[in-house]
């Protein structure tokens, strides 16, 4: 297994692991500051590529904050791990991942952030933005760079294959055809629910007008973000209303 590391907006550090028998990229998002920020622990079998990729852009101890949207194993299975290499990171997340999930599951306390408040980094501002449910799990949320307007977007615009950094293409159809293959897997299936709150979601994100879409699964997506997520409400709709009924 190996780690391909592109700097693929300033500070900003794509650390992608492609796993063959899955043919999906896991991206980690190193954020490069006076306080250094890893969106996307990645998970405990991963870590010791992870953690090599990173330490080619800094000291891994010098970590001082460990993010990621919902509690899932590529998300934030590797948490503790990292909390052991860097003594001074603190875990970052939403109110309500700290207090179901991250208060219990981490070795050191988080820090929960408000939507309201502002994560400084030194040049860089974070906000955490809930979006329950959306991908997927009630703690969900993304974080938003608003110096340079980077949503770090998790599992949405999640695509297929080993495909390239960064994109400035329409990648609305790698995610319709991801999801929709996803939904033909009896395991697989239902992986980002649509439901009443999906739309509204999306379009608070597209408000933020973000110029780069950091997707966990596939190429970051460089031009107009509110686009992308308003056209990705269409293709979550469409495929949730091609499911077939649950038996
Ligand atoms: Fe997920
Ligand atoms: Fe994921």
Excluded at 35 to 56: C, I, N, Y
Excluded at 66 to 90: K, M, R
């Amino acid at each position: 297994m190996n780690a391909r590391i592109d700097e693929i907006a300033p500070d900003l550090y794509r650390i992608s692991v492609y796993v063959k028998e899955f043919d999906l990229q896991f991206n980690h998002f190193l954020i490069k500051d006076d306080e250094p920020l890893l969106f996307h622990t990645g998970m405990r079998g991963m870590f010791p590529v992870v953690s090599d990729a990173v330490a080619k852009v800094i000291d891994p101890a010098m970590l001082r904050w460990i993010g990621w949207s919902h509690f899932e194993v590529d998300e934030c299975g590797a948490l503790n791990e990292w909390l052991a290499a860097a003594p001074q990171a603190t875990p970052v997340c939403g109110q309500l991942g700290a207090m179901i999930n991250i208060a219990d599951f981490a070795n050191r306390p988080p820090r929960a952030l408000d939507p309201v408040e502002r994560l400084v980094t030194g040049r860089h501002r974070f906000r955490f933005v809930p979006t329950p449910h959306l991908p997927h799990g009630w703690d969900a949320g993304v974080l938003f760079d608003e110096t340079d307007r980077v949503l770090l977007c998790s599992d949405l615009l999640h695509q297929i294959g080993d495909v390239e950094p960064v994109t400035s293409a329409d990648i609305t159809d790698r995610y319709r055809h991801a999801l929709a293959t996803y939904q033909q897997s009896p395991v697989l299936m239902d992986y980002v629910p649509y439901n009443a709150n999906t739309r509204p979601q999306l379009t608070k994100l597209a408000a933020l007008k973000p110029l780069t879409l950091a997707a966990m699964h596939g190429s970051t997506f460089v031009g107009d973000g509110a686009a992308i997520l308003l056209a990705s409400a269409d293709v979550l709709e469409s495929v949730s209303s091609a499911m077939p009924s649950l038996v």
